[in-house]
């Protein structure tokens, strides 16, 4: 499981969490940590690609057949058998622990990928994006999907007009897999970018393959619905005692996500 961070973090590490530096290009690496910016790599890229330039790092210079996995230094799988006033506290207390490795290598057994909780919107995922995010990419996304892997049009459509996603860009599955989806979602980002024009973009905004990257993740799953997945809850190690907790506690019943989430 590699652990995307911009920046050193004291957060727990279990047996197999490696962390990964994005942004080296920009970044100091004062806990040589993995970074992004060596050999074939997009680190220069990270303002626009956010986690991305270490997922492409990843799928460019690993070589290993092992499971791999997505986490962030702020947020991490846990076990979904921790439930209600037993989650509280260890939320409330800080006693949270990532799933551990040997329980997520268990889930491949019978399944292929490993994603967080679905997040349901109040409207759909297209409407949804368009209303913090420029609407015009998601556009580009599809004329690049129609130009490249026409076979994803009937599944992205179904995704944007529908009203969930898997969040965050996290992800546990096979090295077979994380291949095969990186080298379908990297065709289609770097088409988009050569259309993308960021003028007035906030700085939120320009975020914008890493943002579009969340429901391409979907739509993969959706067009190759012959992969089993399984959901697992996700925490934020930096929720403590306030509004934002008991919110993120209540959230998984209706999974609602609020606008401008932080990554």
């Known amino acids: 499981?590699?652990?995307?961070?911009?920046?050193?973090?004291?957060?727990?590490?279990?047996?197999?969490?490696?962390?990964?530096?994005?942004?080296?290009?920009?970044?100091?690496?004062?806990?040589?940590?993995?970074?992004?910016?060596?050999?074939?790599?997009?680190?220069s890229k990270n303002k626009y690609f956010c986690e991305l330039t270490g997922i492409y790092w990843l799928d460019k210079n690993l070589?290993?057949?092992?499971?791999?996995?997505?986490?962030?230094?702020?947020?991490?799988?846990?076990d979904p058998a921790v439930k209600g006033i037993k989650l509280l506290k260890k939320r409330t207390?800080?006693?949270?622990?990532?799933?551990?490795?040997?329980?997520?290598?268990?889930l491949l057994v019978n399944h292929d990928w490993v994603v967080p909780q679905k997040v349901s919107f109040k409207q759909t995922v297209y409407d949804y994006y368009a209303?913090?995010?420029?609407?015009?990419?998601?556009?580009?996304?599809?004329?690049a999907i129609q130009k490249l892997s026409p076979e994803f049009i009937t599944?992205?459509?179904?995704?944007?007009?529908?009203?969930?996603?898997?969040?965050?860009?996290?992800?546990?599955?096979?090295?077979?897999?994380?291949?095969?989806?990186c080298s379908w979602l990297?065709?289609?980002?770097?088409?988009?970018e050569q259309h993308v024009d960021m003028t007035g973009y906030t700085?939120?905004?320009?975020?914008?393959?890493?943002?579009?990257?969340?429901?391409l993740l979907t739509v993969w799953l959706e067009k190759n619905s012959d992969l089993s997945t399984v959901e697992i809850p996700v925490f934020q190690s930096d929720l403590t005692i306030r509004s934002e907790l008991?919110?993120?506690?209540?959230?998984?019943?209706?999974?609602i996500v609020k606008p401008g989430h932080k990554r």
Request: aromatic share 18%; charged share 25%.
């Open 1 to 43: 499981m590699y652990v995307i961070t911009h920046k050193e973090y004291d957060y727990l590490k279990p047996e197999g969490y490696i962390p990964l530096l994005v942004g080296a290009d920009f970044n100091k690496n004062t806990a040589n940590y993995l970074q992004d910016n060596i050999g074939d790599n997009i680190s």
């Open 63 to 78: 070589e290993s057949n092992e499971n791999i996995g997505i986490s962030h230094y702020r947020r991490y799988f846990y």
């Open 93 to 106: 207390f800080g006693q949270m622990v990532p799933l551990d490795i040997e329980s997520l290598n268990d």
């Open 131 to 143: 209303r913090y995010n420029q609407k015009k990419d998601m556009d580009l996304v599809r004329d």
């Open 155 to 181: 599944a992205f459509d179904k995704v944007m007009s529908g009203n969930y996603s898997y969040l965050y860009n996290m992800f546990y599955t096979t090295s077979d897999n994380y291949h095969k989806y």
């Open 186 to 192: 990297f065709k289609i980002l770097f088409e988009v």
């Open 203 to 215: 700085p939120y905004q320009q975020r914008v393959y890493g943002f579009l990257s969340e429901r």
């Open 246 to 255: 008991f919110e993120s506690i209540k959230r998984p019943i209706r999974n």
